[in-house]
């Protein structure tokens, strides 16, 4: 598979080294997916059984038929068994491609094709689905090292334009998913709308939710200061500011609350949160993300 990732759009993408690093990692990739009455599965390949993982304690709203009786009996704490799931799931990747991410799309479609590049390479399904005002494109469902090629080809064709509705985007893969499975969303989470809501019943629904948030460092730490005229990428608006230290530590403020934000919904659901700035190198992020780490 190293000579598909290594033409064309493949070879911007996936260099050889981070190959070699995401074959090690791929190993350790887990998938959290719930079907509504087999109970907690971490879906790992494709087939019919399943073997017995761990406990969990019992929470409310958890199917009464998952608790572990002779477990109960013998400590009085009623806990639920989980089981690896030995079955087909989907890594479903929502690509951000609005206006904003101009800058930061490289990164985000690198992420990307890290992603489902380990998802395939463990036999896995993947899709990429394509997200601006809603979800506006879709590459179908590839399985195995054979569908990198088309993954890859997809991803290099995005370009950066139009407005975002990410929550729309989120909702319509629920609706257009026969069953739950890997979802990941990789953008600066610049959005408006209400997309942790979108995100909660996502997971409601079963998905294992992973948040990708690519982001430039002056948007992390800005320098900038004076009058300036900002236009919107999105929407085109402009709007004079004057950048002095009040409007500085506001701006910080605000950030840092977009980015407690996805830590209390990764924290709150079980999901993944990491944060990539597009000066550093992926590999120690891929390492983050496959570690299902909250940033």
């Known amino acids: 598979m190293a000579s598909e990732a290594g033409t064309g759009a493949g070879a911007r993408l996936l260099s050889p080294e981070f190959l070699r690093e995401l074959e090690v990692l791929r ?103 394509v997200a601006a005002e809603g979800l506006i494109r879709q590459h179908q469902p590839s399985r195995g090292r054979d569908g990198l090629g088309g ?42 709308g209400p997309l942790t809501r979108a995100l909660g019943r996502a997971v409601q629904a079963g998905h294992d939710a992973a948040l990708v948030q690519v982001v430039t460092p002056d948007e ?13 990428a999105e929407t085109g608006a402009r709007v004079e500011v004057t950048m002095d230290a009040a409007a500085l530590s506001a701006y910080v403020l605000r950030f840092a609350g977009l980015c407690e934000e996805l830590r209390r919904f990764a924290r709150r659901h079980a999901a993944i949160y990491v944060r990539v700035r597009t000066d550093e190198p992926l590999e120690p992020v891929v390492r983050r993300f496959v570690s299902r780490s909250v940033d």
């Open 27 to 129: 190993r350790r990739m887990e998938v959290r997916a719930r079907s509504g009455v087999g109970g907690d599965h971490a879906a790992r390949r494709r087939g019919g059984s399943a073997e017995f993982q761990e406990h969990r304690a019992y929470a409310p709203g958890d199917d009464l038929r998952r608790i572990d009786w002779a477990a109960y009996a013998r400590t009085d704490e009623p806990v639920l068994k989980l089981f690896r799931a030995e079955e087909d799931v989907v890594v479903r990747l929502v690509c951000d491609a609005s206006a904003s991410m101009e800058d930061k799309l490289d990164v985000a479609r690198r992420m990307t094709a890290a992603i489902g590049y380990m998802a395939l390479a463990g036999s896995e399904r993947a899709q990429v689905l």
């Open 151 to 192: 993954l890859l080809r997809h991803l290099g064709a995005l370009e950066a334009r139009g407005k975002t509705d990410l929550a729309r985007a989120v909702e319509a893969v629920i609706e257009r998913s026969a069953r739950p499975g890997m979802l990941v969303v990789v953008s600066d989470f610049f959005d408006p």
């Open 220 to 232: 992390i730490e800005p320098s900038m200061e004076g009058d300036f005229e900002l236009e919107d």
